[in-house]
């Protein structure tokens, strides 16, 4: 089988390594791919949202499958592109169809969805440009702090959490009026702020049935202790340890199953993952967020974890027959520590070269931000460059084989939380 891979991420890697160990796998493309896929896939030069040149080299190479890993290429309906084009229908499109990419492309429609069917999740109210005054007298009712969402896709950025009611309704004027984040703030969910702990569920399903994959909880702050800007995330441990069998009943429960089910009963065609953002508010879950593809860097902790053949996998959730195929789960542990550059989330440098990564033993490095150079030397090319991720009884050894060895790691302003898993001890 030969596979089409979309995007250039630690995700990506992730899925390319895992994907790569399916003896069905004959050979894997990745577009555009990064330093890391370069060195066990074949990088393809091509944009992932450029669906007319995804659609020539299908053609071309007699691809047989397509991945999508990011979120924009879903929401910009790559799924119906296939699906409606009579070249390319038979190739299946593993990831959601445009309708069920608003999930994640559309914060409003994703509220309304989890209302809807009765999944348990913050009180919200959205506003425009035009209520942005009802919107400030809304943030009157709540008690801070205060939620803003961007409705639309804002790379991670569109979420404010303020403490002041001034500083928030400012924000949401910024937001709505000053256009702070483009397109995707022309409409703002303001909603009821949850105090407990957060931890990502991964679903895969083939728009009927389900496969629970591991849990993870990521680190999203720049800062130790949580502290700083939001990033894409500076680290992830898998399974998350106060996520015990009985708090696991109530989420497959309360949450997953009525999604899966709301997605069937609303005529929603989706294929692929479900990642869903979760909070544990005294010892029950609420949903925070949904996101319509594997999380980053959660992918490089749960995808190690499976021991199920992924391609396998893929070409069930494709003929509508995961209920047929079995899940297996590493009992391990495993922990990923993100190394990024340094200023990121702000402005950081790029081509940098990266040394080490030979010396990396007992642990895999998943390549984030990294390309090759013209002297064939892998340098940085992203904020987030480098997710090592190691196994271990628990998620401490796994931590620690992790940081020795990003000891072995050096490019130039690096940079990495030394306190991944702080919350979880």
């Known amino acids: 089988m030969k596979i089409l891979l979309l995007g250039s991420g630690g995700r990506e890697h992730a899925l390319a390594w895992k994907m790569l160990q399916s003896p069905s796998c004959d050979k894997l493309f990745v577009a555009p791919g990064n330093a890391g896929t370069a060195g066990i896939a074949s990088n393809v030069n091509i944009n992932p949202l450029d669906f007319e040149s995804i659609k020539a080299f299908v053609q071309q190479e007699d691809i047989n499958m397509v991945v999508v890993g990011p979120e924009d290429p879903l929401v910009k309906g790559i799924y119906d592109y296939f699906k409606k084009d009579e070249a390319l229908k038979d190739i299946p499109v593993i990831g959601p169809s445009k309708n069920g990419a608003q999930l994640e492309g559309s914060k409003e429609f994703a509220k309304q969805f989890l209302i809807k069917n009765n999944i348990p999740t913050a009180a919200y109210d959205s506003f425009t440009k035009e209520t942005v005054e009802q919107g400030c007298e809304f943030l009157t009712t709540l008690q801070p702090p205060y939620v803003l969402k961007a409705d639309g896709l804002a790379a991670g950025k569109g979420v404010l959490i303020l403490e002041s009611l001034a500083e928030a309704q400012q924000e949401l004027r910024n937001m709505l009026v000053g256009e702070k984040f483009g397109q995707a703030s022309t409409k703002v969910v303001i909603e009821e702020f949850l105090d407990g702990i957060e931890l990502s569920c991964f679903v895969l399903t083939d728009g009927k049935s389900y496969k629970l994959l591991p849990t993870a909880k990521d680190y999203k702050r720049i800062g130790e202790g949580d502290t700083g800007l939001n990033t894409g995330g500076m680290g992830a441990v898998s399974p998350v340890p106060f996520a ?28 692929g993952f479900v990642f869903i953002g979760i909070i544990k508010v005294g010892d029950d879950p609420f949903v925070i967020e949904y996101n319509v593809r594997m999380g980053d860097p959660e992918t490089e902790v749960v995808i190690p974890r499976l021991k199920s053949d992924l391609v396998e996998l893929f070409t069930a959730v494709a003929n509508q027959e995961l209920d047929k195929v079995t899940l297996e789960i590493d009992e391990r542990s495993a922990a990923t520590i993100m190394v990024v550059s340094g200023g990121y989330p702000e402005d950081y440098g790029k081509g940098m070269i990266i040394s080490g990564l030979d010396a990396v033993e007992g642990s895999i490095a998943f390549h984030a931000g990294t390309k090759l150079d013209g002297n064939n030397n892998v340098v940085t090319s992203g904020g987030r460059v480098i997710a090592v991720t190691s196994y271990g009884k628990d998620f401490d050894e796994a931590i620690k084989k992790s940081y020795q060895n990003i000891d072995k790691l050096n490019f130039d302003k690096m940079y990495y939380r030394k306190d991944i898993g702080f919350d979880l001890r």
């Open 244 to 271: 015990d069998a009985v708090f696991m009943e109530k989420i497959e429960t309360r949450i997953v199953k009525p999604t899966i089910e709301g997605l069937n009963s609303g005529g929603i065609e989706y294929k």
